[in-house]
Protein backbone atom coordinates (compact mmCIF):
# COMPACT_ATOMS: atom_id res chain seq x y z
CA UNK A 1 0.00 0.00 0.00
CA UNK A 2 1.38 3.80 -0.78
CA UNK A 3 2.09 5.47 1.93
CA UNK A 4 -0.42 8.69 -0.56
CA UNK A 5 -3.32 7.43 -2.08
CA UNK A 6 -4.60 9.97 -5.11
CA UNK A 7 -7.70 8.80 -7.51
CA UNK A 8 -5.52 9.23 -10.92
CA UNK A 9 -8.71 11.20 -12.92
CA UNK A 10 -9.02 12.74 -15.21
CA UNK A 11 -11.87 14.78 -13.85
CA UNK A 12 -13.44 16.62 -16.37
CA UNK A 13 -15.45 20.03 -15.27
CA UNK A 14 -17.19 22.80 -17.18
CA UNK A 15 -15.59 26.00 -16.95
CA UNK A 16 -16.67 27.97 -13.91
CA UNK A 17 -17.64 24.81 -11.83
CA UNK A 18 -16.24 23.96 -7.88
CA UNK A 19 -12.85 21.35 -8.31
CA UNK A 20 -12.76 19.12 -5.63
CA UNK A 21 -9.29 17.09 -5.07
CA UNK A 22 -8.46 14.67 -2.28
CA UNK A 23 -5.76 12.49 -0.90
CA UNK A 24 -5.14 10.08 1.85
CA UNK A 25 -2.27 9.29 3.71
CA UNK A 26 -1.76 6.29 6.08
CA UNK A 27 1.68 7.61 7.92
CA UNK A 28 0.37 9.42 10.55
CA UNK A 29 3.68 11.49 11.44
CA UNK A 30 2.97 13.65 8.70
CA UNK A 31 2.44 17.29 9.89
CA UNK A 32 2.95 19.55 6.80
CA UNK A 33 0.85 19.07 3.32
CA UNK A 34 0.93 20.60 0.41
CA UNK A 35 -0.96 21.11 -2.87
CA UNK A 36 1.46 21.59 -6.15
CA UNK A 37 0.25 22.13 -9.92
CA UNK A 38 1.78 20.68 -12.27
CA UNK A 39 1.47 21.54 -15.86
CA UNK A 40 2.30 19.45 -18.72
CA UNK A 41 6.21 19.40 -19.22
CA UNK A 42 6.70 21.14 -16.61
CA UNK A 43 8.09 21.23 -12.83
CA UNK A 44 5.70 21.19 -9.71
CA UNK A 45 4.70 24.44 -8.61
CA UNK A 46 3.59 24.91 -5.00
CA UNK A 47 -0.23 25.89 -4.30
CA UNK A 48 -0.78 25.73 -0.83
CA UNK A 49 1.36 24.96 2.01
CA UNK A 50 -0.42 24.01 5.59
CA UNK A 51 0.57 22.80 9.17
CA UNK A 52 -1.24 20.18 11.00
CA UNK A 53 -5.09 20.03 10.67
CA UNK A 54 -7.53 23.04 9.76
CA UNK A 55 -8.40 25.08 6.77
CA UNK A 56 -6.32 27.99 4.51
CA UNK A 57 -7.67 30.15 2.05
CA UNK A 58 -5.62 31.72 -0.68
CA UNK A 59 -7.93 33.61 -3.70
CA UNK A 60 -9.63 30.66 -5.27
CA UNK A 61 -8.11 28.13 -3.11
CA UNK A 62 -9.03 26.32 -0.31
CA UNK A 63 -6.90 23.72 1.13
CA UNK A 64 -8.08 21.19 4.28
CA UNK A 65 -6.20 19.08 6.50
CA UNK A 66 -8.02 16.50 8.88
CA UNK A 67 -5.08 14.46 10.25
CA UNK A 68 -7.38 12.44 12.40
CA UNK A 69 -8.88 11.23 9.09
CA UNK A 70 -5.63 11.25 7.68
CA UNK A 71 -7.46 13.30 4.55
CA UNK A 72 -6.63 16.49 2.72
CA UNK A 73 -8.66 18.06 0.24
CA UNK A 74 -8.15 21.27 -2.05
CA UNK A 75 -10.96 22.70 -3.59
CA UNK A 76 -10.83 25.54 -6.64
CA UNK A 77 -13.79 27.59 -7.40
CA UNK A 78 -14.59 29.12 -10.54
CA UNK A 79 -12.17 26.82 -12.40
CA UNK A 80 -10.99 28.22 -15.47
CA UNK A 81 -9.14 26.24 -18.48
CA UNK A 82 -6.41 27.55 -17.49
CA UNK A 83 -6.37 24.98 -14.38
CA UNK A 84 -6.39 22.33 -16.47
CA UNK A 85 -3.22 20.41 -14.80
CA UNK A 86 -1.95 17.96 -12.55
CA UNK A 87 -2.73 18.16 -8.66
CA UNK A 88 -0.21 16.47 -6.77
CA UNK A 89 -0.51 15.96 -3.22
CA UNK A 90 2.40 16.30 -1.16
CA UNK A 91 3.36 15.98 2.36
CA UNK A 92 6.91 15.76 4.92
CA UNK A 93 7.33 14.54 8.72
CA UNK A 94 9.31 17.76 9.59
CA UNK A 95 9.95 20.74 7.97
CA UNK A 96 13.06 20.21 5.75
CA UNK A 97 12.32 16.46 4.93
CA UNK A 98 11.84 14.64 1.79
CA UNK A 99 8.11 15.59 0.34
CA UNK A 100 5.87 12.32 0.03
CA UNK A 101 3.86 12.89 -3.51
CA UNK A 102 0.49 11.04 -4.04
CA UNK A 103 0.01 9.89 -7.43
CA UNK A 104 -1.20 13.09 -8.92
CA UNK A 105 -5.10 13.32 -10.21
CA UNK A 106 -5.31 14.91 -13.64
CA UNK A 107 -8.08 17.97 -14.07
CA UNK A 108 -9.52 19.46 -17.00
CA UNK A 109 -11.54 22.31 -17.32
CA UNK A 110 -13.44 23.07 -20.64
CA UNK A 111 -14.83 26.21 -21.40
CA UNK B 1 14.49 35.67 -9.01
CA UNK B 2 15.98 33.07 -11.83
CA UNK B 3 14.20 29.71 -11.26
CA UNK B 4 15.81 26.55 -10.66
CA UNK B 5 17.86 25.54 -13.67
CA UNK B 6 18.70 22.01 -15.13
CA UNK B 7 19.99 20.85 -18.37
CA UNK B 8 19.64 18.78 -20.45
CA UNK B 9 15.76 18.90 -20.74
CA UNK B 10 15.65 15.58 -23.13
CA UNK B 11 17.99 13.12 -22.88
CA UNK B 12 17.61 9.84 -25.04
CA UNK B 13 20.21 7.00 -24.40
CA UNK B 14 20.64 2.95 -24.80
CA UNK B 15 20.58 0.59 -21.74
CA UNK B 16 24.07 0.30 -20.22
CA UNK B 17 24.85 3.54 -21.61
CA UNK B 18 25.53 6.49 -19.43
CA UNK B 19 24.05 9.87 -18.50
CA UNK B 20 24.61 12.53 -15.92
CA UNK B 21 22.39 15.86 -15.48
CA UNK B 22 22.80 19.02 -14.02
CA UNK B 23 20.99 21.57 -11.65
CA UNK B 24 21.15 25.19 -10.49
CA UNK B 25 19.63 25.72 -7.64
CA UNK B 26 17.79 29.55 -6.58
CA UNK B 27 20.75 31.62 -5.13
CA UNK B 28 20.76 31.21 -1.17
CA UNK B 29 19.25 28.00 -1.27
CA UNK B 30 21.05 25.46 0.76
CA UNK B 31 18.95 22.34 0.12
CA UNK B 32 18.58 20.79 -2.78
CA UNK B 33 16.66 17.49 -3.65
CA UNK B 34 16.89 15.53 -6.68
CA UNK B 35 13.69 13.53 -7.20
CA UNK B 36 12.65 10.73 -10.23
CA UNK B 37 9.43 10.96 -11.27
CA UNK B 38 8.17 8.04 -13.48
CA UNK B 39 5.33 8.90 -16.05
CA UNK B 40 1.53 8.89 -14.32
CA UNK B 41 3.01 8.75 -10.84
CA UNK B 42 4.14 11.31 -8.29
CA UNK B 43 7.92 12.50 -7.77
CA UNK B 44 9.82 9.89 -5.67
CA UNK B 45 13.23 11.72 -3.39
CA UNK B 46 16.31 10.16 -5.01
CA UNK B 47 18.99 12.19 -2.93
CA UNK B 48 18.87 15.25 -0.51
CA UNK B 49 21.96 17.39 0.12
CA UNK B 50 22.14 20.03 2.86
CA UNK B 51 24.94 22.86 1.64
CA UNK B 52 27.45 20.29 0.16
CA UNK B 53 26.57 17.26 2.74
CA UNK B 54 23.76 13.83 2.00
CA UNK B 55 21.03 14.34 4.43
CA UNK B 56 19.08 11.67 2.58
CA UNK B 57 19.68 9.19 -0.33
CA UNK B 58 18.20 6.02 1.38
CA UNK B 59 15.59 5.30 -1.93
CA UNK B 60 18.89 5.95 -4.30
CA UNK B 61 20.01 3.58 -5.95
CA UNK B 62 23.60 3.60 -4.99
CA UNK B 63 24.62 0.34 -7.54
CA UNK B 64 24.08 2.25 -10.21
CA UNK B 65 23.67 6.54 -9.45
CA UNK B 66 25.48 8.84 -7.91
CA UNK B 67 24.93 12.42 -7.16
CA UNK B 68 27.34 15.39 -5.88
CA UNK B 69 27.14 18.66 -5.23
CA UNK B 70 30.45 20.59 -5.19
CA UNK B 71 30.77 23.54 -3.20
CA UNK B 72 27.33 23.58 -1.82
CA UNK B 73 25.83 25.12 -5.50
CA UNK B 74 25.40 23.45 -8.43
CA UNK B 75 24.64 19.59 -8.76
CA UNK B 76 24.80 16.98 -11.03
CA UNK B 77 23.03 13.45 -10.81
CA UNK B 78 24.54 10.60 -12.91
CA UNK B 79 23.47 6.67 -13.61
CA UNK B 80 25.95 4.31 -15.20
CA UNK B 81 24.75 2.13 -16.47
CA UNK B 82 21.25 3.13 -17.20
CA UNK B 83 18.76 0.12 -17.11
CA UNK B 84 15.15 0.48 -19.13
CA UNK B 85 13.38 1.47 -15.97
CA UNK B 86 15.37 4.54 -15.47
CA UNK B 87 13.33 6.43 -18.17
CA UNK B 88 11.66 8.95 -16.19
CA UNK B 89 11.43 13.03 -15.88
CA UNK B 90 14.38 13.70 -13.20
CA UNK B 91 13.35 16.96 -11.53
CA UNK B 92 15.76 19.27 -9.14
CA UNK B 93 14.32 21.23 -6.18
CA UNK B 94 15.79 23.50 -3.95
CA UNK B 95 14.79 25.45 -1.16
CA UNK B 96 16.27 28.19 1.24
CA UNK B 97 16.86 25.40 4.22
CA UNK B 98 15.49 23.40 7.19
CA UNK B 99 13.19 25.87 9.25
CA UNK B 100 9.40 25.75 8.97
CA UNK B 101 8.99 28.98 7.11
CA UNK B 102 11.83 28.35 4.89
CA UNK B 103 10.78 24.30 3.86
CA UNK B 104 9.08 25.30 0.33
CA UNK B 105 10.73 22.88 -2.07
CA UNK B 106 10.70 25.35 -5.61
CA UNK B 107 10.88 22.63 -8.79
CA UNK B 108 13.17 23.20 -11.66
CA UNK B 109 11.61 22.11 -15.41
CA UNK B 110 13.21 18.52 -15.37
CA UNK B 111 15.24 16.41 -17.27
CA UNK B 112 12.69 13.83 -19.71
CA UNK B 113 15.43 10.98 -19.68
CA UNK B 114 14.33 7.65 -22.14
CA UNK B 115 16.14 4.77 -22.00
CA UNK B 116 15.88 2.54 -25.29
Known amino acids: QKEVEQDPGPLSVPEGAIVSLNCTYS??????FMWYRQYSRKGPELLMY????GNKEDGRFTAQVDKSSKYISLFIRDSQPSDSATYLC???????????FGGGTRVLVKP | EAGVAQSPRYKIIEKRQSVAFWCNPI?????LYWYQQILGQGPKLLIQ????????DSQLPKDRFSAERLKGVDSTLKIQPAKLEDSAVYLC??????????????FGAGTRLSVL
Open chain 2, 27 to 31: SGHAT
Open chain 1, 90 to 100: AMSKAAGNKLT
Open chain 2, 93 to 106: ASSLGQTVAKNIQY
Open chain 1, 27 to 32: NSAFQY
Open chain 1, 50 to 53: TYSS
Open chain 2, 49 to 56: FQNNGVVD
